[in-house]
């Protein structure tokens, strides 16, 4: 009997572009996936922020990941910025497109703890920045990222599925994660498949 199974593409490609709302865990599944594909991980984060919290132009953004994703045959993105025109440039090279869907809930209670953490253990973050804890309590500031994902969740992510449906793009191998449960297990296939590509 045929192998069905060989005949489906693979989970993931050579290219990845994992995006989410702050706190969904981009970072963390780009980091393995990258390293399952022996690839570079690159956190879109540490390209923008520069010391003292602030921020790159956009142009200047731009180019620094278009140099990063350039430079390396293989690699992970972790990270949107979809109001710098960063997506476009990623998936113009990406070959696969992973949306992490948590939900609300579990995005905002992470969001909380790892905001925490970060402040209680003085985490140092791109550069010399620290986590302002308080500031984050200011909701109303364009400076609190709580206040940020509150006024912006449901907006964000409709504009996320827009993009995630649009023709432009179906031609990319494309994971939609909804919950921490289907995460885990995505990662688990890939690791699977790799390792029975390896013992071929």
């Known amino acids: 009997m045929p192998d069905h199974a060989s005949d489906q593409p693979p989970l993931i490609g050579d290219r990845i572009s994992v995006v989410g709302t702050s706190s969904n865990g981009k970072s963390t599944l780009a980091q393995q996936l ?107 500031s364009n400076d609190s990222l709580p206040g940020f994902v509150l006024r912006n969740y449901r907006a964000s992510r409709r504009r996320q599925a827009d993009r995630f449906a649009d023709p432009r793009w179906t031609h990319l191998q494309r994971h939609h994660l909804r919950s921490p449960a289907e995460v885990a297990r995505f990662l688990d296939q890939v690791e699977a498949e790799r390792a029975a590509r390896d013992r071929t």
């Open 34 to 140: 990258a390293e399952l594909i022996d690839g570079t991980y690159i956190e879109l984060d540490a390209l923008h922020w520069l010391p003292d919290w602030q921020e790159s132009t956009t142009e200047d953004f731009q180019v620094k990941v278009t140099a990063a994703i350039n430079t390396a045959p293989r690699w992970a993105v972790a990270g949107n910025y979809n109001g710098k025109g960063i997506p476009d440039i990623v998936l113009a090279q990406a070959d696969t497109w992973i949306w992490i869907d948590l939900g609300f809930r579990v995005s905002f209670t992470r969001l909380l703890r790892r905001t925490w953490r970060r402040w209680r253990d003085q985490e140092l973050l791109w550069g010399n920045n620290r986590e302002r804890f308080w500031e984050h309590f200011k909701l109303w």
